[in-house]
């Protein structure tokens, strides 16, 4: 299939902007250029509206297999796909747990049958993330294996921490760590601090997840490995992370959508849509994320897309699950709230959803150049519209954003040179 996209505007190095068509051939970016001909493509007008690289987010819960009723391939990638990605990586918190080589197998065969977009599995650190045996990295990564992790929990042990971090050194691949000491959870639902002593709840307090980022950085520096940080969220972890990258520790961190743009105040009560992992931190915290992100401390943002069923939700602030959906709402909400507030430029806001992720894990996407994969999201930056998760395509409908009005929506996503979701479109 050949597609030509007409009239698009371009992001330039300086954040302007050029007029330009894209062709493209087989799944590849064949010509960037004014005024291409038509020889029998596709023609899509772009009409004004702005060409980025497809989004890429590395920290995303599609629940399959174990957790259909929360999410499926399908319905995660259709949901990526509709805010913009093209490429993620699929967190190992399913059940079974992809720790072995058939397991690790049976999910890329999984993927390639029913993903809308491109998924990059995850392999856990340890059996069934248990924390008690390390899983076989070499075998993993012969399966195709992006990383490793045990996102959902923390590596309680240092000393297993250590020796994955060996391995996966010599492997050349990244351990890449959910934060959180478990003798510091105190059984909390929200951070502790003061929305937690205002609703009489236990909290989870900053060192919970701060001790483990700071113990990791010495155990990356004795291992040599490269150790990436999940869903940072505490102004210690960013100062720590900052000392560490001054030293030349290899070490990088993402932060969320939902940790950028609030904190404990902006949570109304008991509702469970303000609920995750970790919690939303102090103003003090988040000012200090978005300080992390613009001075190079923090690399990218992912959103933690973690789906739940609204029965689960409606279980309340303590008894619910931790987490809320991202895919759809992360670009619009992040446009309106840091770049047209003046926060971030639009080029830096898309370099940390595509250029920095892919080059913090060396992959050769989110880069719009004649030879590249055809991974292509255009984005109407005048479109105004409420957040409803009632159209999310996506099976949670677990979000505190719902309301919110946000203008700069995506339009059409292309992967690998294929509509994978058009505005309008009808989904199954
Ligand atoms: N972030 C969350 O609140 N929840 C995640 C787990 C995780 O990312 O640690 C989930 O799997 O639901
Ligand atoms: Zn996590
Ligand atoms: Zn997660």
């Known amino acids: 299939m050949s597609l030509l996209i007409k009239n698009g505007l371009l992001l330039t190095e300086e954040n302007s902007w050029i007029e330009t068509d894209i062709l493209i051939k087989e799944g590849i970016i064949a010509k960037v250029g004014k005024n291409l ?5 596709e023609v899509i007008d772009a009409g004004g ?3 980025a690289p497809g989004f890429i987010d590395l920290h995303v819960h599609l629940r399959e297999p174990g957790g259909e009723r929360k999410e499926t391939i399908a319905t995660g990638t259709m949901a990526a796909a509709k805010g913009g990605f093209t490429t993620i990586a699929a967190m190992p918190n399913t059940r079974p747990v992809p720790d072995c080589p058939e397991q690790l197998k049976w999910l890329n065969e999984r993927i390639s049958e029913t993903a809308a977009v491109r998924v990059l599995p995850y392999a856990a650190i340890t059996t069934r993330q248990l924390g008690a045996e390390l899983t076989d990295f070499t075998a993993l990564k012969e399966a195709g294996a992006f990383a490793f992790t045990d996102d ?23 351990v890449v760590a959910h934060c959180e000491d478990n003798t510091l959870i105190s059984k909390g ?3 502790e601090g003061r929305k937690a002593k205002e609703l009489g709840l236990n909290g989870i307090p900053s060192v919970c997840e701060s001790v483990h980022i700071a113990r990791d950085i010495l155990l990356a520096e004795a291992a040599g490995c490269h150790y990436h940080v999940c869903h940072i969220s505490t102004k210690e972890s960013v100062r720590a992370v900052r000392d560490a ?3 030349g520790i290899r070490v990088t961190a993402e932060v969320t959508p939902h940790h950028l743009l609030l904190c404990e105040d902006d949570i109304p009560g008991l509702d469970a849509n303000y609920k995750m992992n970790p919690p939303l931190r102090s103003a003090e915290d988040r000012a200090a994320l978005i300080e992390g992100l613009l001075d190079g401390t923090i690399d990218f943002i992912a959103t933690d897309h973690a789906p739940h069923t609204s029965e689960e939700k409606a279980e309340g602030l303590e008894l619910s699950p931790f ?4 895919f759809e709402t992360a670009f619009p909400l992040l446009y309106t709230n840091l770049v047209e507030k003046g926060i971030l430029s639009l080029k830096q806001l898309i370099d940390f959803m595509t250029v920095k992720p892919a080059h913090v894990f060396g992959l050769p996407y989110g880069i719009i150049e004649e030879g590249r994969t055809a991974d292509l999201v255009l984005i109407d930056l005048e479109h105004k519209e409420e957040i409803n998760p009632d159209t999310f395509l996506s099976k949670g409908k677990n979000t505190p954003f719902g309301g919110w009005n946000c203008t700069g929506w995506p339009a059409l996503t292309i992967a690998a040179g294929k509509i994978a979701w ?3 479109m009808v989904t199954a």
């Not at 001909?37 to 493509?41: A, F, K, T």
């Not at 959902?152 to 691949?173: E, H, I, R, T, Y």
């Open 422 to 424: 058009k505005k309008g």
């Open 37 to 41: 001909e038509q020889n029998g493509e």
């Open 189 to 191: 639902s929200l951070h």
């Open 152 to 174: 959902g929990v923390g590596v309680q042990s240092a000393g297993m921490m250590l020796q994955a971090m060996k391995k996966a050194a010599a492997l050349n691949m990244a």
């Open 245 to 247: 990258k001054r030293h």
């Open 49 to 51: 509206k702005w060409i």
């Open 323 to 326: 987490g809320i959906v991202g």
